[in-house]
């Protein structure tokens, strides 16, 4: 080894780049291979069962969701997002198909009513607090027809209790407008970078949304205390829920259908690389949860953070280096926390989704905004998705991988570097349906305007 390949080089190299804002790509030396174990984190243990328990909630809603909202009546009230190829875009990513494998893309940007991944976790938590509410009114009986619930007095009832929830944004759009449909009285605490046309969006669904001037962990924290004191109140806590996490888990069953269909297999000659947008962790951390429990070691997941938003990479970090108990935030690291990618813009990482992620994930990467934007046009561009600038965050993962000393570093150590003309990419493109199309626009322009520009 040459000096700077030591350990210790790499992590002081890893350092300033977090510090510089450039981005930077963290691999996680405790991760262990085994899988299908339950697993504790903050106390309470969770397993495989647990994400199929999600899955099943989901699916006795289904009837429900389909009559509640007419853009879900032709998948009958499931909530699912394509798995696509896409292979047109290897070139713009640079990643040789014959040499280093395939590039797909989970849809998410396009799943109905919340245009987000947050549709998965935010409708599961408010579909259970639901359920318990339904069951304990007896307006409909456990193995019945939640239909029921589509009536006006089942509605009365349930619009004697609050849902309310602290966001930059997305989890907001996909909490609020599913708490109103089911009749719930409703309230979004939103921080100040959220996006004008998700309060207008809100306001129009009847949603009561209360805007804050600090960050994301401040509207959250604002949000818990005012539903702390009432008992009506049900606080959906992006931080600290578990529902949340396995309704995200509960993708993994989807998608593990999905790969089969498309002939994908999972193994140690064909790994599956995930690369996953991460705000406070939740949704990442859920779905890896569920895709390390049915798929076993050869998945691989990655999570990606903007630059100055690299809130889950400076905990798993701290993990290792300050023990536990510690919470940095990106502002100890002399960062902003100012991010296009509005629903990433998280200066603290969720505790539970950490401790969750210890022994499964793979790493952590940055991006910086120029990239998500040139991107997003790129996807546009090749595969005609439109996706918001969060759901970028992911493509920069297949580079970081091939193309950099740490990357390659971890291809040879996992053995992924021996079978990688073999493997599959999986990028999770998070969110965008219901951008509005000037907003959408804007991005674009952004884009090609990085891209004239030429590298930096
Ligand atoms: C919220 C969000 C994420 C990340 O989810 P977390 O649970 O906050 O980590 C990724 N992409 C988009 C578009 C989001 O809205």
Not at 93 to 122: C, E, N, W
Not at 216 to 227: F, K, L, P, Q, S
Request: include cysteine.
């Amino acid at each position: 080894m040459t000096p700077a390949e030591t350990p210790e080089a790499a992590d002081a190299l890893l350092a300033s780049r977090l510090r510089n804002a450039q981005p930077a790509l963290w691999t996680n030396p405790a991760r262990q291979a085994q899988h299908g174990l339950a697993l504790q984190a903050r106390g309470t243990t969770i397993s495989l069962d647990d994400t199929k328990a999600a899955a099943a909630r989901l699916a006795r809603f289904a009837g429900l969701l389909a009559e509640v909202f007419p853009e879900l009546a032709a998948s009958e009230g499931v909530v699912e997002s394509p798995l696509l190829p896409a292979a047109a875009l290897q070139p713009a990513l640079g990643l040789d198909p014959t040499s280093q494998g395939r590039l797909f893309i989970k849809a998410d940007h396009r799943l109905p009513v919340a245009g987000s991944i947050k549709a998965r976790g935010g409708m599961h938590e408010v579909l259970e607090f639901a359920e318990q509410c339904a069951l304990r009114h007896r307006l409909v009986q456990p193995g019945g027809d939640y239909r029921a619930l589509n009536t006006p007095e089942a509605r009365a009832v349930l619009g004697r209790y609050q849902v309310a929830v602290g966001s930059t944004g997305n989890l907001g759009l996909s909490i609020g407008v599913v708490a109103s449909a089911l009749g719930f009285q409703a309230t979004v605490h939103m921080s100040a970078d959220a996006k004008e046309w998700k309060k207008d969006r809100l306001r129009q669904r009847g949603v009561q949304v209360v805007e804050h001037a600090g960050d994301y962990e401040r509207a959250v924290a604002a949000g818990r205390a005012e539903a702390a004191a009432d008992p009506q109140c049900h606080f959906v806590d992006d931080e600290q829920s578990f529902s949340l996490l396995l309704g995200y888990s509960a993708a993994a069953l989807h998608l593990q259908r999905q790969l089969q269909e498309q002939g994908i297999a999972v193994d140690a000659e064909h790994p599956l690389l995930v690369y996953l947008p991460c705000g406070v962790g939740g949704a990442p951390a859920g779905i890896t949860f569920g895709l390390r429990q049915l798929l076993g070691p050869h998945v691989h997941c990655f999570f990606a953070e903007p630059v100055q938003s690299p809130c889950f990479l400076v905990q798993m970090l701290a993990d290792s280096t300050q023990g536990p108990g510690a919470h940095p935030s990106v502002y100890d690291w002399g960062l902003t926390n100012r991010t296009e990618a509005d629903g990433l813009a998280v200066p603290r990482a969720s505790l539970l989704a950490a401790e969750l992620m210890r022994p499964l994930l793979s790493g952590v990467f940055t991006v910086a905004d120029d990239t998500l934007f040139a991107q997003l046009v790129q996807v546009l561009d090749t595969l005609g998705e439109r996706i918001e600038p969060s759901a970028a965050a992911g493509f920069s993962g297949p580079a970081l991988l091939t193309g950099t000393t740490a990357g390659q570093a971890w291809l040879h150590r996992s053995g992924v570097d021996a079978v990688l003309h073999q493997a599959t990419h999986l990028v999770w493109t998070t969110g965008g349906l219901l951008v509005p199309d000037a907003q959408y626009q804007g991005f674009v322009q952004r884009g090609r305007a990085v891209i004239a520009a030429g590298p930096a």
